[in-house]
């Protein structure tokens, strides 16, 4: 056997070659073809043994979940087995059957402190699975662009429990590849909080433990955070080229969605290194790659790109349209992101008290969520809206307001560096639209994204 797939099989040769979920009972040979399919298909067989509709269309059956034809059953495993494959990298019967305890596992787990869910995990073997550790990155994700703090913690446990996993009761490969996503997820966690050595030193544990993996899944997810890190440290040359490398991986491998987020990513470089036409390009590709239903927040924040380079771009009357175009804003950054871009495009077109008024409305709700470098940022259009209309009184005040922001954002002293210019050009009477300018891309640049 092997081989063909397409060949027709019977549900014995099924079996044999997939192995049977509802008893583990594994591949029972080494074709590698067979069990590359198994953690995709092997519910199916499950299913199918049952069911006399699927027995009968097994022949005709082209081990696509998509040809399960109209049996509903057959459907939803498909469905099922898919998300998971797209979640965990691969489909473990024993780890599905721990996905419905794990939220339970984390509602008793918050409440404490984190070294104290530490503490627990390592004294408790209950919590010691992969189920609690798959929602803790799920968890940690989820507050990445709400709750910087959040994220971390819910990282930091996720090593932790992964750490602990026994490899005889998940197949150590690939348990490899979960602990390398949760450092990477932790790793991701210090860069959004502007901590990039410790980031660093994360991903270098995350790619120690790629190696001992098989996932070429996961090293792609571990690898597109790292881009971040890297655009964040100003190497655009080697983010670009980390870009174009995973990129190949999900076009071989039709990851429509994962295509679009790097086309996100590099959106970002291009618009750093001062390009906001190709930046509004390579924005508005994104917008067509990425799946709406898998991620809806990345979708909107493509859309917002697409509007923010073009205004930067000098298009402003097309920024303009396609801001009034853009849908109803329902996560919160996204809803806070709009009024900053409202701001900006009030400011080209020269309305300035209404492009502060704007600014301000949005520095308030950032610096509620405690994202105070973002508040810093508009703070900063804020003065060049105020030197734009001639007002330096206020732009000194501005520039004050930034300085307090900053402090509780624990930036970088290369952003005080910056900001501290600004208050020289001000004393010196020598500060322009340009400086202003200058200075506020150089904070830009510092921003942990």
Request: charged residues 25%.
């Amino acid at each position: 056997m092997g081989g063909n797939l397409h060949q027709h099989w019977t549900f014995g040769d099924w079996l044999d070659a997939f192995g049977d979920p509802e008893t583990e009972r594994p591949p029972a040979h080494g074709c590698a073809e067979a069990r590359a399919l198994w953690p995709h298909l092997g519910p199916w067989v499950a299913h199918a043994t049952a069911c006399s509709r699927c027995r009968a269309a097994a022949a005709e059956m082209q081990l696509v979940p998509d040809s399960v034809l109209d049996c509903p059953q057959c459907r939803e495993s498909a469905d099922f087995v898919w998300a998971m494959v797209q979640d965990l990298d691969h489909f473990d019967p024993a780890v599905a059957r721990e996905l419905p305890e794990a939220e339970r596992f984390l509602d008793e787990l918050t409440p404490l402190p984190l070294d104290e869910q530490k503490v627990r995990v390592r004294s408790e073997p209950g919590y010691q699975r992969w189920g609690l550790c798959h929602r803790l990155l799920i968890a940690a994700k989820a507050a990445w662009h709400k709750d910087p703090q959040l994220a971390h913690d819910r990282a930091a446990l996720a090593t932790t429990v992964a750490g602990l996993l026994d490899p005889h009761k998940y197949h150590p490969q690939w348990l490899a590849d979960l602990q390398a996503k949760t450092h990477a997820y932790l790793a991701n966690a210090h860069r959004i909080q502007a901590s990039f050595t410790e980031a660093e030193r994360q991903f270098l544990i995350a790619e120690g433990k790629l190696r001992e993996g098989v996932g070429v899944r996961a090293e792609a997810r571990v690898l597109s955070l790292k881009v971040s890190l890297l655009i964040d440290q100003y190497r655009y040359t080697e983010a670009l080229a980390l870009i174009d490398r995973i990129e190949s991986h999900y076009q071989k491998h039709k990851a429509v969605h994962e295509v679009g987020r790097l086309s996100m990513q590099r959106a970002r470089v291009l618009e750093a290194l001062e390009q906001p036409t190709a930046a509004a390009a390579e924005s508005a590709r994104s917008v067509t790659l990425l799946d709406p239903m898998t991620e809806p927040y990345l979708v909107a924040l493509a859309r917002q790109n697409v509007v923010t380079c073009l205004n930067k771009a000098g298009e402003t009357v097309r920024a303009r349209q396609l801001f009034e175009e853009l849908p109803p804003a329902t996560e919160p950054g996204i809803s806070i992101r709009r009024i900053w871009i409202e701001g900006d495009i009030l400011r080209s077109e020269q309305r300035y008290s209404e492009a502060i008024n704007a600014y301000d409305r949005a520095r308030e709700a950032w610096s509620q969520m405690r994202l105070h470098y973002n508040a810093a940022l508009v703070t900063m259009d804020m003065a060049l809206a105020a030197y734009a209309a001639r007002d330096l009184h206020r732009v000194a005040t501005y520039a004050e307001e930034a300085s307090v922001l900053l402090v509780r954002a624990a930036a970088k002293h290369e952003a005080f560096a910056a900001l501290n210019l600004l208050f020289r050009a001000i004393e010196g009477e020598t500060l322009s639209q340009a400086v202003l300018q200058t200075l506020r891309q150089r904070l830009a640049k510092l921003q942990p994204s």
